[in-house]
């Protein structure tokens, strides 16, 4: 079955740092989500990605999908104590069976 | 609107116990779900549907079952409770089935002991 991978597992940052996760699909995906999840909260929706090499930006987050429709990334310019979560990456692969990633736990040192 | 309602939002079970955990929409949406969340494992797929009357099994269903005899209703069902099932639950709806982002509930926790 479909499998998405994301590294790192964990990331400690000082504020101000950049950060980058990595989402990468043993198959090719039809769209690529990203959620982002507080402490002892729940998974809320980022963003959407569908074409091919698509870039989009939200503020400090810019997020990527690859050519080949296989990888993503997500990266926080300058972090801010707010970044701090769970980052999910989330790969369609049809009649919505959405495969999460492991997730990237970022906690960010003031 | 109050999006995806869950309930309860916690809850301590014994071994071969049964419980239903509920979940409420009212964003009309067609799809809804449930996964479970353990650590370091991310978020894996129980049980979905795509519309009242109709489920499928997700990664994960074995000891789990669900019904959808309402389009705002999606109960998760545990007949007999095991030690492997203590985990945080979470129920999300779409819009639609394909390429539609998720609304998430708060989630339940639930330790089986």
């Known amino acids: 079955g479909q499998q998405v991978m994301q590294i790192p597992q964990y990331q400690h940052v000082q504020e101000g740092e950049d950060f980058t996760t990595y989402c990468n699909s043993s198959?090719?995906?039809?769209?690529i989500q990203w959620y982002k999840q507080r402490p002892g909260g729940h998974p809320v929706f980022l963003i959407q990605?569908?074409?091919?090499?698509e870039v989009k930006k939200q503020k400090r987050l810019t997020f990527q999908f690859g050519e080949a429709k296989k990888n993503s990334s997500l990266h926080i310019t300058a972090t801010q104590t707010t970044d701090v979560g769970t980052y999910f990456c989330a790969g369609g692969g049809g009649y919505q069976k959405v495969t999460f990633g492991t997730g990237t736990k970022l906690q960010v040192i003031p | 609107n109050a999006g995806v309602t869950q309930t309860p939002k916690f809850q301590v079970l014994k071994t071969g116990q049964s419980m239903t955990l509920q979940c409420a929409q009212d964003m009309n949406h067609e799809y809804m779900s449930w996964y479970r969340q353990d650590p370091g494992m991310g978020l894996r797929l129980i049980h979905y549907s795509v519309g009242a009357g109709i489920t499928d099994q997700g990664e994960v269903p074995n000891g789990y079952n669900v019904s959808r005899s309402t389009t705002e209703d999606f109960p998760l069902r545990l007949l007999s409770a095991a030690p492997s099932q203590t985990s945080v639950y979470f129920c999300?709806?779409?819009?639609?089935?394909?390429?539609?982002?998720?609304?998430f509930g708060s989630g339940t926790q639930l330790s089986v002991l």
């Open positions: 990605l569908v074409k091919s090499g």
């Open positions: 999300a709806s779409s819009r639609g089935q394909f390429n539609e982002k998720l609304f």
């Open positions: 198959t090719t995906l039809s769209n």
